[in-house]
T-cell receptor, first 114, second 109 residues
Framework: SAVISQKPSRDICQRGTSLTIQCQVD?????MFWYRQQPGQSLTLIAT?????????ESGFVIDKFPISRPNLTFSTLTVSNMSPEDSSIYLC???????????FGSGTRLTVV | QQPVQSPQAVILREGEDAVINCSSS?????VHWYRQKHGEAPVFLMI?????EQKGHEKISASFNEKKQQSSLYLTASQLSYSGTYFC??????????FGTGTRLKVLA
C-alpha cells in the first residue's frame, strides 16, 4: 500500500497567519482526501483533492479558508488560512487507489493557533 | 450524515470477543474498518464488500445486516494490541468517505 509523508508534523502559529501542510505519496494514487480531527473525536472530511481540477469541499468548509492544491497524482497541499484558535486541530491527509482499497494516512499535522 | 457506531466504548479481557456495530442511513456498497491508537493516524483493518467478500485482517471479520444499512465488526480472541478506537467508513458507491462516530476499545490483561 502507499506510504504518505506529511509535513510539518506540528506547528504553533499566530492567529491571522496561514499554514500550508504538504503530503507526498510514494506512488500515484487516484484519490486524496483531507481530514480534521479534534482530540477524542472522529475524523471530519474537509475536502477531496482532485488532480487537475478544483477540490470538492464538504459542508462547512470553503475554498477561501482551506485552499487545496493537487498538481499531480502523488502530491497535495492544504492551506489553513487566516487562522484562529478554533482551527487548532490535527489535520490528516489520506490516499486511496480505488474504492475497494483501504486508505493510507499521513502521520498528521498537529496545529495550535495562539 | 455521520454513521453511528455502537457501543461507544467497551472494555475486554484478553481472549474475549467483541462486536462493534455501524449504522448508515443508506444501503452500503462497502465498509472500511480502521483502528486508531492514541497519537497515531488511523490504520486500515479490512474492507467488507457488498457481496460479502472481505479483505484484510485474519482475526477480524465483518458482516452486513439484511438491508445492508448496518455492518458489524467481529474481534475474536482479543489481544492487548487490539486496544484503540475503531472507526467504520461506510460507502454507498461514491468516492466520499465519512468516518463513523468511533468505538473506544480497551483490552486488559
Amino acid at each position: 500500500s502507499a506510504v504518505i509523508s506529511q509535513k510539518p508534523s506540528r506547528d504553533i502559529c499566530q492567529r491571522g497567519t496561514s499554514l500550508t501542510i504538504q503530503c507526498q505519496v510514494d506512488s500515484q494514487v487516484t484519490m486524496m482526501f483531507w481530514y480534521r480531527q479534534q482530540p477524542g473525536q472522529s475524523l471530519t472530511l474537509i475536502a477531496t483533492a482532485n488532480q487537475g481540477s478544483e477540490a470538492t469541499y464538504e459542508s462547512g468548509f470553503v475554498i477561501d479558508k482551506f485552499p487545496i492544491s493537487r498538481p499531480n497524482l502523488t502530491f497535495s497541499t492544504l492551506t489553513v488560512s487566516n487562522m484562529s484558535p478554533e482551527d487548532s486541530s490535527i489535520y490528516l491527509c489520506s490516499a486511496a487507489s480505488g474504492t475497494d482499497h483501504g486508505y493510507t494516512f499521513g502521520s498528521g499535522t498537529r496545529l495550535t493557533v495562539v | 450524515q455521520q454513521p453511528v457506531q455502537s457501543p461507544q466504548a467497551v472494555i475486554l479481557r484478553e481472549g474475549e470477543d467483541a462486536v462493534i456495530n455501524c449504522s448508515s442511513s443508506k444501503a452500503l456498497y462497502s465498509v472500511h474498518w480502521y483502528r486508531q491508537k492514541h497519537g497515531e493516524a488511523p490504520v486500515f483493518l479490512m474492507i467488507l464488500l457488498k457481496g460479502g467478500e472481505q479483505k484484510g485482517h485474519e482475526k477480524i471479520s465483518a458482516s452486513f445486516n439484511e438491508k445492508k444499512q448496518q455492518s458489524s465488526l467481529y474481534l475474536t480472541a482479543s489481544q492487548l494490541s487490539y486496544s484503540g478506537t475503531y472507526f467504520c467508513v461506510p460507502n454507498s458507491g461514491t468516492y466520499k468517505y465519512i468516518f463513523g462516530t468511533g468505538t473506544r476499545l480497551k483490552v486488559l490483561a
